[in-house]
T-cell receptor, first 117, second 114 residues
Framework: SQQGEEDPQALSIQEGENATMNCSYKTSINNLQWYRQNSGRGLVHLILIRSNEREKHSGRLRVTLDTSKKSSSLLITASRAADTASYFCATDARLGNYGGSQGNLIFGKGTKLSVKP | KAGVTQTPRYLIKTRGQQVTLSCSPISGHRSVSWYQQTPGQGLQFLFEYFSETQRNKGNFPGRFSGRQFSNSRSEMNVSTLELGDSALYLC?????????????FGAGTRLSVL
């Protein structure tokens, strides 16, 4: 079953602008990850944020996590045409009260980002 | 280090046939997961194998099965194909899903069922 829901479903911006994508999920998590997929190919891991972290940076990427609202956001700054892709959040759901992983990631339906040169 | 390799890249089958897809994980990765991706349902988890044992399973009918070999390579099989099985099938490997669960994906096998 789908856990994450991304918002918006599609986003079109100009090169140089920032892109913000949001993700909501339903259950307790160990971590939340963001992946990128270029046109029908495999997914590439971008960044992981643990449940006890609130913000994380990697290059032009900034991820925030609000476990009280069960939501996360991915910000891509100074976007480039090469950033055009679909972006997915994925949750590593917590197993029971003592941590551990259910062993599979649960993906949202993704945000399709188009960056126009 | 070589990435995750999936073969074949494209397949065309007809209803009622069966199909076998193959996945070679990154060297040293013992966990292999399979996902089905369709425009309507998105990415859905099929199953995960670790050390030749199915450790986790998604909500798919018994027509979908898999296995993992001692060298961590994995295959998935779909029997009695239906039109709705047309999808991109993605394999992902991980060093240890119970620890950090970062998954490395192959390019996928695109299955078309006619």
């Amino acid at each position: 079953s789908q856990q994450g829901e991304e918002d918006p479903q599609a986003l079109s911006i100009q090169e140089g602008e920032n892109a913000t994508m949001n993700c909501s999920y339903k259950t307790s998590i160990n971590n939340l990850q963001w992946y990128r997929q270029n046109s029908g190919r495999g997914l590439v891991h971008l960044i992981l944020i643990r449940s006890n972290e609130r913000e994380k940076h990697s290059g032009r990427l900034r991820v925030t996590l609000d476990t009280s609202k069960k939501s996360s956001s991915l910000l891509i700054t100074a976007s480039r045409a090469a950033d055009t892709a679909s972006y997915f959040c994925a949750t590593d759901a917590r197993l029971g009260n003592y941590g551990g992983s259910q062993g599979n990631l649960i993906f949202g339906k993704g945000t399709k980002l188009s960056v126009k040169p | 280090k070589a990435g995750v390799t999936q073969t074949p890249r494209y397949l065309i089958k007809t209803r009622g046939q069966q199909v076998t897809l193959s996945c070679s994980p990154i060297s040293g990765h013992r966990s292999v997961s399979w996902y089905q991706q369709t425009p309507g349902q998105g990415l859905q988890f099929l199953f995960e194998y670790f050390s030749e044992t199915q450790r986790n399973k998604g909500n798919f009918p018994g027509r979908f099965s898999g296995r993992q070999f001692s060298n961590s390579r994995s295959e998935m099989n779909v029997s009695t194909l239906e039109l709705g099985d047309s999808a991109l099938y993605l394999c992902a490997s991980s060093r240890d899903t119970l620890a950090k669960n970062i998954q490395y994906f192959g390019a996928g096998t695109r299955l078309s069922v006619l």
